[in-house]
């Protein structure tokens, strides 16, 4: 059997919505499993050009910064109150506190809005791994400041796809990509224009910092992912290239692409 993945890019746009281009969210498929791998506005939309809320498998959420999870707020509505039927509660591998953070903005009376009967939550840590139908998911935690991870999504034919979440240069992202033979494609943000100033924490990469992660991983293609305001998409592909020479590829919103096994 040969398990390919699809990666859709449902948006990749930072931090805030571009006109045809929502936030941060992507369709992966393989094994028969559907994950909704990050929740940024406007991505729900996207999400049911390709699947409908009821047919997912999955939501894997990256971080709490709102461009990566604010749709998880109307997911919620769509899952208890429209037209989906849910057998089950939609399996949410999510960092710790997202709970009690979208119960803050859905509870509207004196009774906690029951995000539990939408969502079946389960916390992250670094190191976390879960199967989920035919797929099996690595998170570690990378470096963005606050609790924030990346994902590895492996089919059991060895089909394998890193994302970066958000996160300046870190081993533990290179890991998650470098696993075995590397993977078939890294999707790495590449939000800044200029590396960080001197003396500050780094929370994101540059294009050139996208490609040495690549390059450092061995990872067959580079897709870069989460331009920030700054930054145009070609210029974003050729600055990543200077510094990794496999083939580099941007972010498109509706783009789907297929990873092989490596
Ligand atoms: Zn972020």
Same mark, same amino acid.
């Given at each position: 059997?040969?398990?390919? *993945?699809?990666?859709?890019?449902? %948006? =990749?746009?930072s931090p805030y919505p571009r006109a045809g281009n929502p936030c941060s969210g992507y369709l992966v498929e393989g094994g028969g499993t559907r994950l909704w791998m990050d929740a940024g506005s406007g991505t729900l939309g996207a999400l049911r050009e390709h699947v409908g809320l009821g047919r997912l498998d999955g939501i894997w959420i990256s971080h709490l910064h709102a461009d990566h999870c604010a #749709?998880?707020? &109307?997911?919620?509505?769509?899952?208890?109150?429209? #037209?989906?039927?849910l057998a089950a509660p939609v399996p949410l591998p999510a960092p710790p506190g997202i709970a009690d953070r979208l119960a803050g903005f859905l509870t509207n009376g004196p009774r906690? =809005?029951?995000? +539990?009967?939408?969502?079946?939550?389960? +916390? *992250?840590?670094?190191?976390?791994? $879960?199967?989920?139908?035919?797929l099996t998911l690595t998170s570690r935690a990378v470096s963005h400041g606050m609790p924030a991870f990346g994902l590895?999504?492996?089919?059991e034919d060895g089909a394998r796809? $890193?994302? =970066? %979440?958000? =996160?300046a240069p870190c081993d533990a992202l290179t890991a998650l990509a470098a696993l075995a033979d590397g993977c078939a494609t890294l999707l790495c943000e590449a939000d800044l224009a200029q590396p960080s100033p001197a003396g500050?924490? $780094?929370?994101?990469?540059?294009? +050139?910092? $996208? %490609?040495? @992660?690549?390059? &450092?991983?061995?990872?067959?293609?580079?897709?870069?992912?989460?331009l920030g305001p700054f930054l145009d998409p070609s210029e974003a592909v050729h600055r990543a290239a200077t510094?990794? @020479?496999?083939?580099?590829?941007?972010?498109?919103? %509706?783009? &789907?692409? +297929?990873?092989?096994? &490596?």
């Open positions: 059997m040969t398990d390919v *993945l699809r990666l859709t890019v449902l %948006g =990749s746009a #749709d998880l707020l &109307t997911a919620y509505y769509g899952l208890l109150y429209a #037209d989906v039927e906690r =809005s029951p995000v +539990e009967d939408a969502f079946r939550i389960v +916390e *992250l840590h670094d190191h976390h791994r $879960a199967h989920l139908g035919g590895r999504v492996e089919t796809l $890193a994302y =970066s %979440g958000d =996160s500050t924490e $780094a929370v994101h990469h540059t294009p +050139e910092d $996208a %490609g040495r @992660t690549a390059a &450092t991983a061995a990872a067959h293609r580079l897709v870069v992912t989460h510094h990794y @020479t496999g083939p580099v590829k941007y972010a498109a919103p %509706g783009r &789907t692409f +297929e990873v092989a096994r &490596t």
